[in-house]
């Protein structure tokens, strides 16, 4: 093989790379209001599968041990350029009455507004599965999921 071969495929090899590289998101601990904490631990688990599944994101998981802060916003923020993440999302479950309302939003580490962003309503947990998979299909595609569905 000549040069000129070797480097044009060492181009190509390049590029390929940075083009089907996937981002990594970071994912804050799932604020919980008036539900169990484990249903947030379990829709953070199926948050991964269901975004890895579409290969467009690696989600890096956050933890207890992240000590960070919903309401404080920047310290989601730090953990993720920690991690080495671009982006980050904030989920919240918040239960009112009979439903919980699933909130998400998408930031970019280089700004506080939400690149992307959708609230859900669950009528009681068995709706938490098929909503965190949508939404995991959904992300970043502004367009809210509610907005697709017709």
């Not at 996937?22 to 008036?34: D, H, L, Q, R, W």
């Not at 948050?47 to 890895?52: L, N, P, Q």
Request: charged share 25%; hydrophobic share 40%; with cysteine.
């Amino acid at each position: 093989m000549n040069n000129i071969s070797k480097t044009l495929l060492a181009i190509f090899t390049a590029f390929s790379v940075a083009t089907f590289a996937a981002e990594k998101v970071y994912m804050a601990p799932v604020g919980t209001t008036n539900i169990h904490s484990d249903y947030g631990i379990a829709a953070q688990k199926l948050m991964k599968t269901y975004i890895e599944d579409d290969g467009r994101f690696i989600l890096v998981e956050g933890t207890a041990a992240d000590s960070v802060v919903l309401e404080k916003q920047e310290t989601v923020k730090n953990k993720a350029v920690e991690k080495g993440c671009s982006k980050y999302l904030i989920a919240e479950f918040t239960r009112l009455g009979d439903n919980v309302i699933l909130s998400f939003k998408l930031y970019g580490t280089d700004s506080d507004t939400p690149v992307w962003q959708d609230r859900l309503k669950a009528a009681n947990p068995d709706d938490f599965d098929p909503i965190i998979q949508r939404v995991a299909r959904t992300i970043w595609t502004m367009q809210e999921f509610n907005k697709r569905v017709a």
